[in-house]
């Protein structure tokens, strides 16, 4: 066990409601990332973290995504108004900054959006 | 931005064979290329990395190369046995300023008795 969370393991929603998922990453790491990745694809980076700051977002990451770490420790990441094109897994990812560069992964989040 | 292709996308290989998988690169300041392997329903698990200081390197039955001029890094499992099966994905970052990874699309390898 690499030692990051994830929960819950798996979601299902219907079209249009929120969700939440939430990162634990190992304790003494300060960036923390958020990958998605759909069947049959590698991961996909959507944004990351040093410590509480959120420096980095990808294109991919719309207006309805929102990601925070407010005391740098864990991180959630939210999705208003699920569409059916977000059915994906959320994998969270952590390592620390001036160490050896590998990020350990989160077992992920699947979401299943009806 | 990075882009990272790899083949091949399946590959299948009799136990005890050797297992080839190739990526190539585009943004020529990246200097690091982990691999990782999913298995089914599991989280990605780094099974070797190597950085653009170093052409190879090499843990027990698998190795990494790396070639920057032609941006081109592969893996290598040498005796491959049954256990190995599973999706590889080659990644790379740069890692000075956000350390993203950008993966390859996966290879799917089955091992057969």
């Known amino acids: 066990d690499t030692g990051v969370s994830q929960n819950p393991r798996h979601k299902i929603t219907k079209r249009g409601q929120n969700v939440t998922f939430r990162c634990d990453p190992i304790?003494?790491?300060?960036?923390l990332y958020w990958y998605r990745q759909t069947l049959g694809q590698g991961p996909e980076f959507l944004t990351y973290?040093?410590?509480?700051?959120?420096?980095?977002k990808s294109r991919l990451l719309s207006d309805r995504f929102s990601a925070e770490r407010p005391k740098g420790s864990f991180s959630t990441l939210e999705i208003q108004r699920t569409e059916q094109g977000d059915s994906a897994m959320y994998l969270c990812?952590?390592?620390?900054?001036?160490?050896?560069?590998?990020?350990?992964f989160g077992p992920g989040t699947r979401l299943t959006v009806l | 931005g990075e882009n990272v292709e790899q083949h091949p996308s399946t590959l299948s290989v009799q136990e005890g064979d050797s297992a080839v998988i190739k990526c190539t690169y585009s943004d020529s300041a990246s200097n690091y290329f982990p691999w990782y392997k999913q298995e089914l329903g599991k989280r990605p698990q780094l099974i070797i990395d190597i950085r653009s200081n170093v052409g190879e390197k090499k843990d027990q039955r698998i190795a990494v190369t790396l070639n920057k001029t032609a941006k081109h890094f592969s893996l290598h499992i040498t005796e491959t046995q049954p256990e190995d099966s599973a999706v590889y994905f080659c990644a790379a970052s740069y890692t000075g300023t956000a350390s993203k990874l950008t993966f390859g699309t996966g290879t799917r390898l089955q091992v057969t008795l």
């Open positions: 973290f040093q410590n509480e700051a959120q420096l980095e």
């Open positions: 304790s003494e790491h300060n960036r």
């Open positions: 990812a952590s390592f620390s900054s001036g160490g050896t560069d590998t990020q350990y």
